[in-house]
């Protein structure tokens, strides 16, 4: 039974190709037992492996920081929409890459 996944979707950050983790999501029982820490660090580890340099999300500021997601406007980042302040995080696979900075395209199902 599949309780929980992390999908990292192919974005851009301007031109760049990066990675967005979504969709992401527990079932709503089997939340806050460590199963969203499992999916997303095994899919991060499986981006890093294949080389990918770049992951964005967008979710709860109080929750990303701990896979070392960062705010992305520091870096630049940034939507075409409105979200809450600290939403948009990054985080660089390569700790000595910056990550590049630009609007995020999301592939076209997320309509952002
Ligand atoms: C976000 C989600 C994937 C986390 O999965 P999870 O299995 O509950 O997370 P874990 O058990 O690995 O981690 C639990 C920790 O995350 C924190 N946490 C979980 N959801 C959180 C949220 N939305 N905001 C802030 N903190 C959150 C818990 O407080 C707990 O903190 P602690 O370790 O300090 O006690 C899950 O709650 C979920 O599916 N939520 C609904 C869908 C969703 O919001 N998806 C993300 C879209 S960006």
Excluded: K
């Excluded at 979504?22 to 089997?30: D, K, N, R, T």
């Excluded at 979200?83 to 592939?107: F, I, K, N, Q």
């Amino acid at each position: 039974m599949v309780i929980g996944y992390a999908l990292l979707t192919r974005c851009h950050i301007g031109q760049e190709p990066a990675l967005c983790l979504a969709p992401c999501a527990v079932v709503p029982e089997y939340q806050r037992s460590g199963a969203g820490t499992a999916v997303i660090r095994g899919a991060l580890e499986a981006a890093r492996a294949q080389g990918e340099d770049t992951v964005v999300v967008l979710g709860h500021p109080d929750y990303y920081p701990r896979f070392g997601f960062e705010s992305a406007s520091v870096y630049g980042i940034r939507l075409s929409i409105e979200v809450p302040e600290g939403a948009l995080m990054v985080l660089s696979l390569d700790p000595g890459r910056v990550p590049p900075d630009g609007t995020v395209h999301y592939a076209q199902p997320f309509g952002i």
